[in-house]
């Protein structure tokens, strides 16, 4: 993810009480309709103040000195120059989060295990920040220039062994600052065996000087103290709806994609099968398992997968194709064949930076 306080949770884990913002219960169409920065949501009282929490914990093991800055945005984030880290918005009210899920299909960072793997890596890119990591020669040496342009687009090779994996999508390959917030997010993560589980790869090179370093700035301030606040929810001022309009338009797939041969195998449009269902009403109605079971094992958006599939289904129904076979063999190839052209979509160059 480009590079762009913790408060304590109580010691039981509770919540603060708080009363119900006004627009909690308004249909979605309304509250698209509100700005960002009227929404009045903070970090305080919800389910991001224990996991900034837990991950200072996470800090504190390892004896590091340094706790970023957190802050509500769109999107997560950490800004260059500064040493914190911007939470999407939505991940402050559960009417927020569904609002998300019916807008995306997926809530990034919606549950507390994706939620401290996020912040993990966010909080690599703050301590990059903080110490000025990336000018070291060592670092450059390692991971590349932190300088070179981020793309819009990667394609990532997913047996390299010179990368770790952490977050989905390879993302350690997108960009020399992603590398290192990967590797770092690796290495802070609570019982992380590394030693073993990268034994024989060279991304064990970037563990270990990743150790090191940690090691070395433990006890170190932070040579750049500023904290500011970018691109805060309280300074947006567009609606929801044009940030939603927006951020689907990010994870739109632009690809016309050939699929009637597959299709055509998978499903018949023969005349003896014309009583049989439709593909397309099957299809749409294995949707959402279908999707998010592609999502969790290639790491493309729900969004692209949806989009690849919306795709299938209609050409389904315009080639007038039926099902033939049991609704297992059906539901085992459509899985396949989903899978296969989001993977042909993603290794065509178009695994978008998505955080």
């Keep these: 993810m480009p590079n762009r306080r913790a408060t304590s949770a109580k010691s039981n884990g509770s919540r603060r009480r708080r009363s119900e913002p006004d627009w909690a219960h308004l249909p979605d169409r309304e509250l698209l309709d509100l700005r960002m920065c009227d929404l009045g949501v903070k970090i305080e009282g919800s389910v991001i103040e224990e996991s900034v929490a837990r991950i200072d914990v996470e800090m504190e093991r390892r004896g590091l000195r340094f706790r970023p800055a957190y802050w509500l945005s769109e999107e997560w984030f950490s800004p260059d120059g500064i040493g914190g880290v911007a939470i999407p918005f939505y991940l402050a009210h559960p009417r927020l989060m569904k609002l998300e899920k019916r807008q995306m299909l997926a809530v990034e960072g919606g549950t507390r295990q994706w939620r401290l793997r996020i912040l993990r890596h966010e909080v690599g890119h703050a301590i990059d920040n903080a110490y000025r990591l990336r000018r070291r020669q060592r670092w450059r040496h390692l991971f590349g220039s932190s300088a070179e342009p981020y793309p819009e687009f990667y394609s990532p090779k997913p047996?390299?062994?010179?990368?770790?994996?952490?977050?989905?999508?390879?993302?350690?390959?997108?960009?020399?600052?992603?590398?290192?917030?990967?590797?770092?997010?690796?290495?802070?993560?609570?019982?992380?065996?590394?030693?073993?589980?990268?034994?024989?790869?060279?991304?064990?090179?970037?563990?270990?000087?990743?150790?090191?370093?940690?090691?070395?700035?433990?006890?170190?301030?932070?040579?750049?103290?500023?904290?500011?606040?970018?691109?805060?929810?309280?300074?947006?001022?567009?609606?929801?709806?044009?940030?939603?309009?927006?951020?689907?338009?990010?994870?739109?797939?632009?690809?016309?994609?050939?699929?009637?041969?597959?299709?055509?195998?998978?499903f018949s449009d023969a005349e003896k099968y014309r009583a049989r269902p439709s593909a397309a009403v099957v299809l749409r109605s294995m949707r959402s398992d279908l999707r998010e079971l592609v999502a969790h094992w290639t790491g493309a958006h729900q969004y692209t997968i949806d989009q690849v599939l919306q795709e299938m289904i209609s050409r389904c129904r315009e080639l007038k194709l039926r099902v033939y076979r049991s609704e297992r063999h059906t539901r085992r190839d459509a899985l396949i064949l989903l899978t296969v052209h989001t993977m042909n979509y993603l290794h065509a160059g178009h695994h978008r930076l998505a955080l």
């Design 159 to 266: 047996y390299s062994k010179r990368y770790v994996l952490h977050l989905d999508a390879w993302y350690a390959q997108s960009h020399p600052s992603e590398d290192f917030a990967e590797t770092f997010a690796v290495w802070l993560r609570p019982g992380s065996r590394w030693r073993t589980q990268y034994k024989g790869w060279p991304a064990l090179k970037k563990l270990h000087y990743v150790n090191e370093l940690m090691h070395e700035i433990a006890e170190k301030a932070p040579l750049v103290r500023a904290r500011r606040q970018v691109d805060a929810l309280s300074h947006l001022k567009k609606t929801l709806r044009q940030h939603y309009e927006e951020k689907r338009a990010r994870y739109s797939t632009e690809h016309a994609a050939v699929y009637d041969r597959d299709l055509r195998r998978l």
